[in-house]
């Protein structure tokens, strides 16, 4: 029996790990769940799975939490450093799922001790990619890829042989705005940028997936998990999100990876690496499906993907600050205080005013995320007038 920890056990990510657990009661069992305010579902999984710590992130929330777990034996524990706590405990996995920069510390708590994390959280590395890849070299901790794409390239990658790889290849959807006219662009509801036509997720990488900011943050994330160049990691539209990602070799071969857009796939995948386990995903029927097209992105249209792209050969500060200012374009978007185009303005006139040192250490990743932010929140009200 393996143990795991669930950072982010109410979201999209940690109920489709909790979904295929649930299904396997043999082969896991839960050290700690984690939540940022949702304590009534925290309380309903911790039960469920008899979890042995429950832990909510908002520390005003630790009465309701007891409350909620009153009669059962699981501790529970309120606030960020309870969460990085939470990471601490002995555990053989972790499934990192927080959303954004806030999963930074407990995941990095997670590496340091030499868990096998899972890694769903790309901001992470996007925001402190060299760091965490030194903090997981030093510790020994294994990184295994959650997101489909990585995973799909983790699945096909010749980790024995990099030189023998041309470039990789992530493919995208294009999200619910590919065909949008471009003068209705500005005019895009959060409800119309948050349904996405193949994947059903959380709400902030719904709206990355509209702007293809999500792809970007994926070149990244990429850039640092595969021994590749950022000039090898292409970026290929693909609608039907069946091919997953590719890897192309020297000799002109190209190996994939295929499935229905399911994450309880790379989920499984990373839950019994290095060997296999049933997960319950849709099987493929391309039959059914017919064709599968692909197209170049537009640049002019998905400016966060240049954004990304740009900040990622720029290094340094870039990727830290690129991530912080669009969190706080995303959640300004999704409270109706920015308008769809201007998350890439906003992303793009952080960029020129903050500091743009390299960080050293994490508290000055930290820093400049928090400096970011600050600009950023400043900036918003520029664009919403
Ligand atoms: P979500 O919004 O559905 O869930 C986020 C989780 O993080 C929740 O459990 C929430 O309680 C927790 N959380 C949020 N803010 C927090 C904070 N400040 N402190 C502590 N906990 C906090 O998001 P999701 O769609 O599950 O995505 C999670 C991560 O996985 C993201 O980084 C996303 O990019 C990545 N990812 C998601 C998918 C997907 O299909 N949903 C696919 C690939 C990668
Ligand atoms: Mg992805």
Known sequence: MKSI??????GSIGQSTLDLLRRNPDRFKVEALTAHCRVQELAAVAREFNARVAVIGRED???????????????AAAGEGAIIEA??????????????????????AAVRRGATVLLANKEVLVCAGDLMMAEVRQSGA????????????FQVFDFNAPERIDRIVLTASG????????????????????????????????????TMMNKGLEVIEAFHLFPVKASQIE???????????????????TLAQL??????????????????MTAPAERLDLGRIGALTFEAPDME???????????????????????AANEIAVAAFLGNRLRFTDIAALVDATLSLADMKAPQSLETVFALDAEARRIADGLIMKFAA
């Open 61 to 75: 929330l630790l009465a309701d939490l007891k409350a909620a777990l009153d009669g059962t034996d699981i501790e």
């Open 5 to 10: 920890t669930i950072l982010g056990a109410t």
């Open 142 to 153: 294994t990184l295994l890829p959650v997101d489909s794409e990585h995973n799909a390239i």
């Open 235 to 253: 970026v290929l539209i693909h609608p039907q999100s069946v091919i997953h990602s590719m890897v192309q070799y020297v000799d002109g071969s």
């Open 301 to 323: 249209r998905f400016r966060c993907l240049a954004l990304a792209r740009a900040a990622l050969e720029a290094g340094g500060a870039a990727p830290t600050v690129l991530n």
């Open 259 to 276: 499935g229905s857009p399911d994450m309880r796939t790379p989920i499984a995948y990373c839950l019994a690496w290095p060997e296999r």
């Open 87 to 108: 990471a601490s405990r002995p555990s053989d996995m972790v499934m990192a799922a927080i959303v954004g920069a806030a999963g930074l510390a407990p995941t990095l």
């Open 175 to 210: 999200g619910p705005c590919r065909q949008t006219p471009a003068e209705r662009l500005p005019f895009i509801t959060p409800a119309e940028a948050v349904a996405h036509p193949n994947w059903d997720m959380g709400a902030k990488i719904s709206v990355d997936s509209a």
